[in-house]
Every structure is written in C-alpha cells, then in structure tokens.
C-alpha cells in the first residue's frame, strides 16, 4: 500500500537544526506517511543523521544527490520519488507541529481539494515567535477563471499539501540552483490547480536564520529575481495562458520589485553606498522589464541588430505594438546536472538463461567504462522486477543513467554502450531511451533495451504479466523501433527451457484471460500474435526443435493446460509441462502445430480461440478508436469514451522522423518553398504533415518516411 502523503525534506548544510526537523515530521499524528530525505551533496554531517534516525522509523528513505542541484533540485528529486497521492515539505531548519499533516489531510476532504494551505509563524533560533500569518479561512471551488494565481496563496512550497499530480502530468518543476524558486513555481501550480483548500491554524514554524536570501544585496539575487520572472512568463507564453494572466503577471513584476526594495531597506540600519547601487539596479530592471521585454521578445534579429550597433530601433514604439507575444521552444523543465561521463548503473534480472556468460562478457567488453553491473538472481517475475525499480528509485543520487539489460540481452560490438551515453549527453530531456534489438526467435528486431536516467520513477505494483510500465519522468522517452545496425542480440543462443517459457509467457500475454474487459490490451494481443506467427515461420524455415518448443508452451496456454503461474522461471506446472515435451522431435511438434498454424483460415480460428470473445471485442473497439483517430485535430488529440484528450500515437513516429538524417535534408530542400505555417508543422507535427501534404513536391516526404509513420498509416 503507498502512503497518503510523502514528506520531501531537502538536506544542505543544517546539522545543527536537522534533527529537530525530522523528528517533528517522525512525530506526527498523521502516520501513513513516507519521509524522503534528499541529501544535496551536503558537505556537514546532515546526511549521517538522518541515516541515524532513519534506524528507529522504518518510513524514512534517504536519497543521495551526486551533485549538487541546488534546493530546487532537491525538491524534483523528491517530487518524481513520491509514491503519495499528496506531497507536503519541510526545509530542514525549520520544523512543524505535531498535527500539522493530519490538519492538512483533512482538508484535502477525502481527495477532493488539489491544494490545502496552513499559516505559518517565524521563529528565531531559541523558539521564540517573530511574527504570525495565516489567511481567512475560505475554499476557492473551483478556482475562479479570472482569479490572479499570484492572490491565491503565500508562494511558499512548505506550508501546503498539494496533489503530486499537479507536478507531473502538468510537467511543473522547481528550477535548479537559482534564489525564489517558490515564486518561480507556485504561480504555475495555481495556473493548473482546480480547487485550493485555506484552512485554520498556525502549523508551520519558519526558522528565521541571519543568512536568509531575503535579505542579501549580491549579483546572484538581482539575476535570479529576472530569472524568477521569466520562467513563470516563459510558461504562460508557452502554455497559451499570457494573454490571460498577463495582467496577473505585470503586478507581480511590480510587487515583487517593492518588497525586495522594502526588505532590504528595512533590514539596514543605515544604507552603504553599495545598498544604494543596488537598490537603483533594481528599479532600472523592474521599469525595463515591465515596459520593454514584450517588445523587445518580438524583435527579428535585424530589430536587435540595429538596437545593439546603433540604436535604430525605437523599443518603446514597438512595445506599444507587441502588446504580446508568442515564442517557440520547450517548456522549462530541470536540467540535469551531468558531467560528459555519467555513471551507468547496469542491471540484470537472470533466471538461468543460457546467454547470462556472454551477456556480461559482452558489456566486459564496451569501450566505456565508467558503469556498475548489479544482478538480480533467484527471484520470481514480480519481485524481480520490483527490485530493479526500486533500486533505481534508491539510487538516482548515485547513478545518472541506468540500463536494464536481460541476461539473456548480449551486446552487438563493444561501442554500444558508449552511444547510448552519447543519447543523454546530447539531449538534456531524454529520460527514457528504447532500442530495437535483433530477436533469435522471431528473425526480427524487437522492441528490447530500455535505458533510464535518474530523474525517473515508478508506482511500484504487483502485476505479474506486464512487468515493465513506462515510467514518471519530467522529459522525453524516445523509442528507436528499427535500426540499421545491431545494438543487441536477444536470446542469440536460448536454451529449451528457455524456449518454452518464452512461449508461455508470451502467451499470456496473447491471452490476458483473467483481465476484465477494461484491463484487456489489444495492442499487446497484436504485437504478441505477430511474434508467434513470425516464430512459427522460423519453425518450418529451420526445423530448430527450440522454437517449436516455444509454440508448444503457447498452445497449452491457449488450450487452458497452463495457467497464469507460468510467466514465473520456477513455477511448477511449467516445469512439467516442459519435462513432457523436452524429447519431442520437431516433426512430432509440427504435427501437433500444424491444424492452428498452416492455413491462414487455422490461423484465424485458433487466434480468436487465444484472445477470447472478449478480447475479439476489444480489438474491433480499438481498431474504431483508431480509425477516429485519423480524423483531423488541430491539437493531434483524440477523445477516449470518458471525454479525456490524450496524445495520439503520432508522437512517437514524430521523433523517429525527426531523428533521421534524410528528413533533416527534406526539410532543408523544402523549406524556400513553403511559408512560416507549414514550416512549423513541418518540425513540429512532421507525421501530420506528410500525411495531409497536398502537392506531389510534399507528398515525396511521405514516401520518404513511410516506414516511420504509424503501421496502419503507411499505406495511405
């Protein structure tokens, strides 16, 4: 069972006040908690007493960073490890009352709030009470269209419970190593939130230390309050949400400016010639931003040219002009703090399979080094695989990229690794990276090796048939579906056992009897029927009794002679059943494959006997759901029953396109000949593009990318 709420606690230089922080967490009357300790690189003793405390309470995890990402790192960290529903945080120096998470729980009021705000009192060092906030109790449900994100709540991330989702689905993160990440943050939350919960009582107690940021006069602090700004414009910009927030968004320009004025002012007895200079900074920077950045973001680069040389171009006329305005690029997201040579943490699950020696003999072998082999033996399916995620969830401070690599999975040549490295280096967003690998079994590349990086994490379950689900991550996954050369072999060399449990496997997989309707995949009873059929024409290619051992294993799943214990290496029944057919001849099992395997007619019987009334249905329900994809969407969305828009499965054949070399020339030789709006679609929706292209000089594209596109599109 996961926790209600998931307690992020940031470590960074507070020894002296750690203890007293995460004891108030430890000790409050709301226990279905988890409490994730993120250690930044701290260079004290911090990290050794959390582990110290983490011997009495069982729900404290400590994750270590390998480099210092600043507390808004620290806090992504602990957002993408959350297994809550619910995430609340406490800065380590400061602490909280004993009923502070249960208040907050229940004002979620069972699961309907997305926000639940506290107040909050300062406090000196010795307990002391400096001052008290908390607002009028009240609930925005929903949050009105019009309401200005930055008047809903104190931007602080500390004082409130907030729905995990928010963050992830939204893809929100704190930005990395800069001052004010809360205002930089909370204000796009609210951009997204549907309801927010204000509630009474003074929970939170901020320790008011006599180095706090608020009142520091550096470099840093005027460019982090620009940075502050612009990632929050940045996102309304990107979002479509700046014309509407834009009023919203100019106040807090304005606001923001006079109280860190005010602070400064206020916090000196008397203000030196340097307090002075940057007071004037501010103001310059505050006026600048307020009236000339919306002009000066819709500049060509001749309007900068001339404005930079000779001071040609008239900003205020043309701030006046470009009231607002649109920009490309991505959505802010965190940068991952990686040297050119990540660690790599390679994991193995074996079961006995025959390739395990030159599986690790082939990774002996890559040219780069710089890479851990951990093994996970003598475990069932299930566990084995919860193992691995759990361990690459434990070790995301230790690691940068993690390769789960089968023991039956082999190497092509020893550069393979060195380019998977490549793959992250040189694409900051790519969290989770799929490759094709060359199946013995089928004679045809498979999707096979999957590659993470340490900012992913998974909701750890016991399903038992689809083992490997996609994971959370705040960037991209890519899927490289066919190369043109070899990255690995999968099970070059299996053994009959092995065989025979692939077939098992698979053939759950194929048949899915005990899912309910709702849980049944067409997809999977698709791609798992099109290995088998590739398996049996390998069958009579090559006679080779291993692959009609694994078509055997499959007809006594689809006979019902094997149940649903057999995805598992040790599982009883599949032990027999293999001791019983082990010295079958392959003319002895083509005689007993052939009735469902010759004719395609056989073939059509005995698939619809595999999948079940139920899993025909799905099928035919899937195949008028992507049908209705087809139809034209400016957003390249379709709607599922329940109303909901999700991505269509353009996407991926997007980024195939996009990473191939004679689509980088197409576009280059296209591009004088089209305007601005087919050039952005072009880039950005290149499977949209060649599928509605017109004149013969754009559909040349589709032929060039048809292997790309979606399979039931290539013939269009």
């Known amino acids: 069972m996961n926790p209600k709420i998931s307690v992020i606690v940031p470590l960074f230089k507070t020894e002296r006040f750690v203890e007293k922080c995460v004891r108030s967490v430890m000790e409050q009357s709301f226990t279905d908690i988890e409490i994730l300790c993120i250690d930044d690189c ?44 619910y995430i609340a945080s406490v800065d380590s120096d400061d602490y909280i009352a004993p009923t502070m998470l249960e208040a907050l729980y229940a004002g979620t009021q069972d699961g309907h709030f997305d926000v639940v705000v506290s107040g909050y009192e300062r406090v000196d060092e010795t307990g002391k009470v400096l001052s008290k906030h908390m607002q009028s ?32 689905e939204n893809e929100i993160f704190f930005p990395d190593h800069i001052y004010y990440q809360d205002a ?23 320790l008011v230390r006599s180095d706090s940021v608020t009142n520091k006069t550096s470099d840093k602090h005027k460019l982090d309050k620009y940075r502050e700004l612009d990632f929050v414009k940045d996102f309304f910009i990107q979002r479509g949400l700046y014309g509407k927030y834009h009023d919203a968004f100019s106040r807090r320009v304005f606001e923001t400016y006079k109280n860190h004025f005010a602070t400064i002012v206020d916090g000196k007895r008397a203000l030196d010639e340097g307090s002075l200079r940057y007071l004037r900074y501010l103001l310059l920077m505050r006026e600048s931003y307020l009236h000339l950045d919306d002009a000066i973001r819709g500049m060509t680069i001749e309007e900068l ?22 920009i490309d690029g991505v959505p802010p997201r965190i940068v991952r703090p990686w040297s050119r040579t990540p660690d790599v943490s390679v994991l193995t699950l074996h079961s006995g399979e025959n390739e395990f020696a030159q599986s690790k003999q082939s990774l002996e072998n890559q040219n780069y080094k710089r890479w851990t082999h951990k093994v996970f033996s003598g475990l069932g399916n299930v566990e084995s695989h919860q193992a691995l995620y759990n361990e690459i969830m434990d070790n995301s401070g230790r690691y940068h990229i993690f390769l789960k690599l089968d023991a039956d999975m082999v190497f092509a040549d020893e550069t393979v690794l060195e380019e998977i490295v490549k793959r992250f280096n040189s694409d900051p967003e790519l969290d989770h990276f799929v490759v094709a690998c060359d199946d013995w079994m089928t004679g045809k ?57 692939f077939g098992a496997h698979r053939a759950l997989k194929l048949c899915q009897r005990n899912r309910s309707y709702e849980e049944k995949r067409a997809d999977a009873m698709n791609a798992q029927w099109d290995v088998f059929f590739n398996v049996w024409n390998r069958f009579m290619e090559t006679g080779d009794e291993r692959l009609g051992l694994a078509l055997v294993a499959c007809h ?46 056989s073939r059509q ?66 591009s004088p000949f089209i305007d601005t709006t087919l050039k952005l679609k072009l880039q950005e929706k290149p499977t949209v593009f060649f599928l509605d292209a017109k004149h013969p000089a754009l559909r040349f594209g589709r032929w060039l990318h048809r292997n790309d596109l979606p399979l039931d599109l290539q013939g269009r």
Do not use: C
């Not at 001071?311 to 205020?316: E, K, L, M």
């Open 445 to 501: 590349q498979i999707i096979g090796v999957h590659a993470f990086s340490n900012r992913v994490s998974w909701n750890i379950s016991a399903e038992g048939l689809f083992v490997d689900p996609s994971p959370k991550r705040p960037g991209k996954r890519v899927i490289v579906e066919r190369t043109d050369r070899a990255y690995f072999y999968h099970s070059p060399d299996p053994s009959p056992f092995q065989a025979f449990h």
């Open 184 to 206: 930089a943050t909370t204000p796009r939350i609210f951009a997204y939130a549907k309801n927010v919960n204000v509630i009474g009582g003074v929970y939170y107690k901020y």
């Open 605 to 670: 019987t005995y698939f619809a006997q595999a999948v079940g009334p139920d899993g025909l249905r799905k099928m035919e329900e899937d195949r008028v759901l992507r049908k209705k994809g087809k139809a034209k969407r400016s957003d390249g969305s379709r709607k599922t029953e329940g109303g909901m828009a999700k991505k269509a499965r353009f996407s991926e054949s997007d980024e195939r396109i996009r990473s191939r070399v004679k689509f980088r020339i197409y576009r280059a030789a296209l």
């Open 305 to 326: 040219t001339r404005a930079f040389e000779d001071g040609g171009a008239d900003i205020r006329r043309l701030a006046l002009e470009k009231k607002t305005v649109a």
């Open 42 to 85: 701290s260079p004290d003793n911090s990290a050794l007493i959390v582990r110290r405390l983490a011997t009495e309470d069982r729900r404290i995890k400590l994750i270590h960073h390998m480099e210092n990402r600043g507390l808004g790192g620290a806090r992504n960290t602990g957002i993408l490890h959350a297994k809550a529903p």
């Open 137 to 168: 109790v009240r609930s925005l449900d929903p949050i009105p269209d019009d309401q200005d994100p930055y008047k809903i709540a104190n931007p602080a991330f500390w004082n409130k419970l907030w729905r995990t989702s928010l963050y992830i």
């Open 556 to 601: 006594l799943v689809v006979s019902g002679d094997l149940g649903e214990g057999v995805h598992d290496y040790k599982d009883p029944q599949l032990l027999d059943a293999f001791k019983q057919h082990e010295h079958s001849t392959a003319a002895e099992m083509m005689s007993l494959l052939e009735p469902f395997w010759k004719t395609r007619s």
